[in-house]
């Protein structure tokens, strides 16, 4: 199944490839949640929302989501990412959803517009990228997945990290453009731009529309 995209069209085969969808979490997305509290503008992750509820309601791929978080103990948390940001508040601290990216809290838990059919898996990770310190290669070669189509936030954090990642273990990458985000505009379009730059050289990016049409064909 042939789909438009940059740099040039992507074959996905729906039998091998899965849809994963990163860290669409209330803390990042919400008003009121962690994000907010750090200045950000959530209106730029949140225009996210709409395109990848119709993805999902389109049911053509095996779906992950992933859960950026850490052990109420925080045992999984480095000093360095603690510590980093100097903000008088920060990761396993009381914030404004309960313990800041702590699993179990209500702010690292996913939003309700997207949550987790049964079935879907939740890949939690203590990094970025959603390959580091998880079963998630494991679970894709068992189910024989071969191509990613990603989606969630941030474009170019945990999306960026996670596909490159994907690259060095030989997964295909297809980006959903307008089911990413970024809270800064600027780092949303040069995000884009080095996944698909140099032929593609972490992966190929479309539309959720592009992909629909191809699913729905
Ligand atoms: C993600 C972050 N999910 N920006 N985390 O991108 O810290």
């Not at 791929?61 to 940001?85: C, I, N, S, Y």
């Not at 890949?123 to 990613?148: C, E, N, R, S």
């Not at 490159?164 to 997964?171: F, M």
Request: aromatic fraction near 6%; include cysteine; hydrophobic fraction near 35%.
């Amino acid at each position: 199944m042939e789909i438009a995209a940059e740099p040039y069209p992507f074959v996905l085969d729906p039998e091998h490839a899965a849809l994963l969808i990163i860290d669409m979490q209330r803390d990042f997305l919400e008003p009121g949640g962690f994000g907010e509290m750090l200045g950000n503008d959530v209106t730029q992750l949140r225009r996210t929302i709409e395109p990848n509820r119709r993805l999902l309601r389109e049911r053509g791929l095996k779906v992950m989501h992933t859960r950026e978080g850490h052990r109420p103990d925080l045992f999984d948390l480095p000093q360095a990412k603690k510590t980093r940001g100097r903000s008088k508040t920060s990761i396993g601290d009381p914030g404004p959803m309960g313990r800041i990216l702590v699993r179990g809290e209500a702010g690292h838990d996913i939003i309700p517009e997207l949550y987790p059919k049964p079935g879907e898996p939740v890949i939690d990770k203590p990094g970025k990228g959603a390959f580091y310190a998880t079963d998630l290669d494991a679970m894709l070669q068992h189910q024989g997945v071969k191509q990613l189509v990603v989606t969630g936030v941030t474009t170019e954090v945990c999306v960026n990290t996670t596909v490159r990642e994907a690259n060095d273990r030989g997964y295909e990458r297809l980006v959903l453009e307008d089911c990413v985000g970024s809270y800064f505009p600027e780092f949303q379009e040069m995000g884009l731009k080095m996944i698909k730059a140099q032929g593609g050289i972490f992966g190929w990016v479309t539309t959720s529309g592009e992909i629909l049409k191809a699913l729905k064909a």
